[in-house]
């Protein structure tokens, strides 16, 4: 009796792996995860495999006239923010997470207010501001009573890598400082009984265990700086998004802008690899429970304030200062500017924004589900696959996207031709549809990171447990899962929203006719140098940024 019963232990989870109520439900969602990575990856190999498309001379007088300058102008851009990112980065994190100065945990959170400025905003507010026409070089000429006082030119190289560097810098600031945090004392206490002091231990020990997490920073302000179209067309400062803009809206040559992507494309997977190359072989763990940092190097006297002015000038030079010139222009022209067309702007963001939010999170939820289901070597690539879209600039998206569904249309149209004798014009390119998918490939990895944290942290036994009350499936998902996952959808749902307002290329390239949004009225009066009209959009995104930004510093604060 008990040896039967022994033997009956032995073949339950035999039983229960083959069973067939399980298979199919798997493959299913197996199956829409291909799905969605193919979205993803359609617009990519159409502008890929345009590489070799006629264009009509249009590639040749781009390769004599701008290419060469294309590449020194990014190659430059890349360097410059990668540069000045690390330095502001990691040096704000070390203050913040190992020394203690007047006003550090205000800087702890404050620092990262920067990322709800759209670069291209800041763009234009510091054109603005420092521009010969602007107040402070009018204000100099009058005090110092001459016409020729020398001030550096800000529509210029350096001009624009400031810009971006005070935009993008909290991506490394935030993933370092948390490194810098869960190292602990144990490493720096190590440090210093070799002989270290606490400065050198930081360029021995702190510094290089942290350097995974720098690259991971730097990538991200890189990819937003590839993908940046606003701030370099509002600086004049040409680089391959506005190349290809141009191609398409000014050429119109759609297989030259195509060809533009495909270079660009090119770069930013030589960034990727570069930055696996530098993380390979760079795996540090903590042995036993890590510890925060519960003796701060304490900065006193003028260290401490000299701290505090070097922090406090980095906020307000990249946030305070913005803030205030956009409410001062905004208010200016409130009552004259602010009219009906505006409610359309905002309901036509906010649409936007809404619609590709659920959109996108429904899409990753399922990446994240199927995963957890079956987490094998094909689903960890095909999810994968499916959030590679982040890397890929939305001027590419948005080359892909319309020539994918134009075919398309061009299809639907001859069948409906030749099988109904209709003619059905245009379904899917120059509508939401196109925009909706371009957003999708763009921002699904957002979305994926959050809810994928949070399924990460709901144990197997609790799946065990439902299954054994009969939840399987698409019940155990809604019954067990979705109310744990709550928080994560929620942090999902407003990154991609907020992402949605600000992203200009791809609303501007693919928006049907009629469908301006915030986005594009900045765009629209930063074009024709009217910075003030372009405030009052400009807050509004502000406003809308700030909200995920205390999400994301709550999140990041509240293990430490």
């Excluded at 991506?171 to 606490?198: C, D, I, K, P, W």
């Excluded at 906020?315 to 359309?344: C, E, G, K, T």
Aim: proline share 4%; glycine share 8%; net charge positive.
């Amino acid at each position: 009796m008990r040896g039967s019963f022994r033997g009956y232990l032995r073949k339950a989870p035999e039983a229960d792996t083959i069973s067939v109520t399980r298979y199919p439900r798997l493959n299913r969602w197996q199956l829409a995860t291909f799905l969605i990575a193919a979205l993803v990856l359609a617009p990519l190999g159409v502008v890929l495999s345009s590489v070799f498309s006629p264009t009509n001379g249009v590639w040749r007088h781009l390769v004599d006239t701008v290419l060469v300058e294309l590449l020194i102008n990014t190659f430059w851009l890349v360097l410059g923010v990668a540069v000045g990112t690390v330095l502001l980065g990691v040096s704000l994190a070390w203050l913040t997470a190992a020394c203690d100065f007047p006003g550090r945990k205000l800087f702890d959170w404050a620092l990262m207010l920067p990322l709800a400025l759209p670069a291209y905003v800041t763009a234009f507010v510091s054109i603005g501001l420092l521009d010969f026409t602007g107040p402070i070089q009018t204000h100099l000429r009058v005090w110092l009573g001459s016409e020729h006082v020398w001030f550096p030119r800000i529509r210029s190289t350096g001009g624009v890598i400031l810009v971006m560097t005070l935009v993008f810098y909290p991506y490394v600031y935030l993933l370092t400082r948390n490194a810098f945090l869960t190292q602990g004392r144990r490493a720096m206490e190590a440090a210093q009984s070799l002989g270290h002091s606490r400065w050198s231990g930081f360029f021995r020990i702190a510094l290089p265990m942290a350097r995974p997490w720098i690259a991971g920073g730097l990538m991200l302000a890189l990819m937003e700086t590839l993908a940046d179209f606003g701030a370099v067309s509002i600086f004049n400062y040409d680089t391959f998004t506005t190349a290809i803009y141009k191609a398409w809206f000014g050429m119109f040559s759609l297989p030259a802008a195509a060809q533009l992507s495909s270079l660009l494309v090119l770069i930013v997977f030589v960034i990727l690899l570069l930055e696996q190359q530098l993380r390979s072989g760079t795996r540090y763990l903590q042995v036993g429970k890590g510890s925060v940092y519960s003796e701060r190097v304490v900065l006193k006297g003028s260290r401490g304030w000299l701290a505090f002015a070097y922090a406090a000038l980095v906020l307000v030079v990249a946030f305070l200062i913005p803030v205030a010139q956009l409410s001062v222009w905004s208010y200016n022209v409130l009552n004259q500017d602010l009219d009906r067309r505006y409610l359309a702007f905002l309901s036509h963001s906010l649409f936007l924004g809404g619609i590709a939010a659920l959109l996108t999170c429904g899409c990753a939820l399922i990446l994240v589900y199927a995963n957890r289901l079956r987490d094998n070597l094909l689903t960890r690539i095909t999810v994968r696959i499916a959030t590679l879209g982040y890397a890929l600039p939305g001027t590419v998206l948005a080359v892909g996207v319309f020539i994918l569904l134009s075919w398309l249309d061009s299809q639907l149209k001859t069948w409906a031709s030749v099988l109904f004798s209709l003619d059905i014009g245009l379904l899917l390119s120059g509508t939401l549809i196109a925009m909706l998918l371009a957003y999708l490939a763009r921002f699904l990895a957002v979305a994926h990171s959050p809810i994928d944290s949070a399924m990460q942290r709901i144990t197997p036994s609790l799946d065990e447990a439902a299954r054994s009350l009969g939840s399987n499936g698409l019940r155990l998902l809604r019954r067990v899962h979705l109310p744990i996952l709550r928080g994560g959808l929620l942090t999902a749902a407003t990154l991609v929203f907020v992402d949605v307002m600000k992203e200009m290329p791809i609303t501007l390239m693919t928006r049907p006719f009629g469908w301006d949004t915030l986005s594009v009225r900045i765009f629209e009066m930063t074009s024709e140098g009217e910075w003030e009209r372009a405030a009052l959009p400009a807050v509004a995104l502000v406003l809308a940024g700030l909200f995920p930004i205390m999400l994301l510093t709550k999140h990041a604060n509240r293990d430490f």
